[in-house]
T-cell receptor, first 115, second 109 residues
Framework: GAVVSQHPSRVICKSGTSVKIECRSL??????MFWYRQFPKQSLMLMAT?????????EQGVEKDKFLINHASLTLSTLTVTSAHPEDSSFYIC???????????FGQGTRLTVV | RKEVEQDPGPFNVPEGATVAFNCTYS??????FFWYRQDCRKEPKLLMS???SGNEDGRFTAQLNRASQYISLLIRDSKLSDSATYLC??????????FGSGTRLSIRP
């Protein structure tokens, strides 16, 4: 199946700093990628839809100025958590679907801990 | 109302039992439906797609009821390795994939 690579897998940062998470589609082009957040014992919550070459679409309640998304190429989307706070600590995961397909492929996820 | 709703469980059943999960969705225009499995601290992985005619893959059977807007997953002869969280996933439009809250399943020896 298709491969989506996410980096880093784990990051610990200080409160107030920014963290960038990368999501790459390794063997297909993805005009759209999705970013999710998952708190412990909860399901994945869609944060935003990343669109190549245009602005991301954010879900209600997700601050676009805090969670900056850049999708500058057909194989890379980045999520930057700006001025991170402990409540931003979570599991962030991206997904993409190859063109013409229906199955979503996920990155390995990034476990962010803000101290 | 959530777009996709699932019973969170947990379901705790003995090995060899049959267990079934349901998932309801609110958008009648939804086209694609899936069951994903997520192990603790791992990314979700596709278990099976769900087709209108229903489909079976070994011990797993998935069904779609468009009239009532729900999908189901049946696991027969459950194994210890089936313990996981099962996520109902609905492609509500061409560009939006929505997850249910997940149903936790625990198989005991």
């Amino acid at each position: 199946g298709a491969v989506v690579s996410q980096h880093p897998s784990r990051v610990i940062c200080k409160s107030g700093t920014s963290v960038k998470i990368e999501c790459r589609s390794l063997d297909f082009q993805a005009t759209t990628m999705f970013w999710y957040r998952q708190f412990p014992k909860q399901s994945l919550m869609l944060m935003a839809t990343s669109n190549e070459g245009s602005k991301a679409t954010y879900e209600q309640g997700v601050e676009k100025d805090k969670f900056l998304i850049n999708h500058a190429s057909l194989t890379l989307s980045t999520l930057t958590v700006t001025s991170a706070h402990p409540e931003d600590s979570s599991f962030y995961i991206c997904s993409a679907t190859p063109g013409g397909g229906t199955e979503a492929f996920f990155g390995q996820g990034t476990r962010l801990t803000v101290v | 109302r959530k777009e996709v709703e699932q019973d969170p469980g947990p379901f705790n059943v003995p090995e060899g039992a049959t267990v079934a999960f349901n998932c309801t969705y609110s958008n009648s225009a939804s086209q694609s439906f899936f069951w994903y499995r997520q192990d603790c601290r791992k990314e979700p992985k596709l278990l099976m797609s769900v087709y209108s005619s229903g489909n079976e893959d070994g011990r797993f059977t998935a069904q779609l009821n468009r009239a009532s807007q729900y999908i189901s997953l049946l696991i027969r002869d459950s194994k210890l390795s089936d313990s996981a969280t099962y996520l109902c996933v609905v492609d509500s439009s061409a560009s939006k994939i929505i997850f249910g809250s997940g149903t936790r399943l625990s198989i005991r020896p």
